[in-house]
């Protein structure tokens, strides 16, 4: 392998969520695959879509989303609510929604990349979102080694389109018993998450487990999600000997 050169950066790409970036070196590595995890409600598919976005408006970056789960038309109603008009991209050739059943997947990974190799070189798309893996994973309930390669070769596909993307997963992220998992070690970074109970309020709080290449901070931050979407206390620490410890 080839040595970096001494004052080697790798390149970064922008989440879109102020304050997040300043967590992870400046942004996330390009080409990269990172993990989303937390439970429901904890502001995962708001960030994925704000990365999307950030992507299309702000570094002429098109886009593409692939839901196991909700319909084009869930997904564009909750970006609508932050004025987020990915309609008008999809007019313009830019942004690309695609609603798959797992197995539908599987068959695209069977084949090299199908339908979405193809849509991400036509479309010149370079981010990308999978929500939620989850889904995927659940048809392998009973099979352990069968969605270990299977999750080898799904990831080894998102690598190989040269993408930087979002993978979701919607197994709940715990602040007292992190336990990893499959698709931790397949991925190029993992971001938690969290909706935790203080003082007998909620506070929105979001933490990076790892970041491959970069030097991370360690802290819980808060984080506040309004009409423009989320944004990060990046200066702020959460004070999780005080929290409940659990999502929701």
């Keep these: 392998m080839d040595e970096q050169p001494e004052n080697y950066a790798p390149e970064r790409v922008t989440t879109g969520v102020p304050g997040l970036d300043e967590l992870v070196g400046g942004g996330l590595l390009r080409r ?44 564009y109603q909750t970006a609508g609510t932050f004025g987020w008009n990915f309609e008008e991209f999809e007019r313009q050739g830019r942004f690309v929604f695609f609603n798959y059943q797992p197995k539908d997947l599987m068959d695209i990974v069977a084949q090299g990349g199908g339908t979405i190799r193809d849509t991400i070189e036509s479309f010149n798309i370079s981010r990308v979102v999978l929500d939620p893996l989850t889904s995927f994973s659940l048809m392998f309930e009973k099979d352990a080694y069968r969605e270990q390669q299977t999750l080898l070769e799904l990831f080894q596909l998102l690598h190989d389109l040269g993408c930087t993307t979002l993978v979701v997963s919607d197994e709940p ?76």
Excluded: W
Excluded at 52 to 60: A, D, K, N, V
Excluded at 173 to 178: E, G, K, S, T
Excluded at 216 to 222: F, G, L, T, Y
């Design 32 to 75: 990269s695959i990172t993990l989303v995890g937390g439970d429901s409600g904890t502001g995962k598919t708001t960030f994925c879509l704000q990365f999307l976005y950030s992507g299309l408006t702000e570094c002429g970056e098109n886009g593409l989303f692939i839901s196991f789960s909700e319909q084009r038309e869930e997904i």
């Design 173 to 248: 992220a715990r602040l007292d018993n992190y336990t990893s998992k499959r698709a931790d070690f397949l991925s190029d970074g993992i971001i938690h998450f969290y909706h935790l109970r203080e003082k007998g309020a909620r506070i929105r709080a979001v933490e990076v487990i790892k970041m491959r290449d970069t030097k991370i901070s360690e802290n819980v931050c808060p984080m506040v999600l309004d009409e423009n979407g989320l944004s990060v206390l990046c200066d702020q620490t959460v004070d999780v000997s005080n929290t409940a410890g659990t999502p929701l």
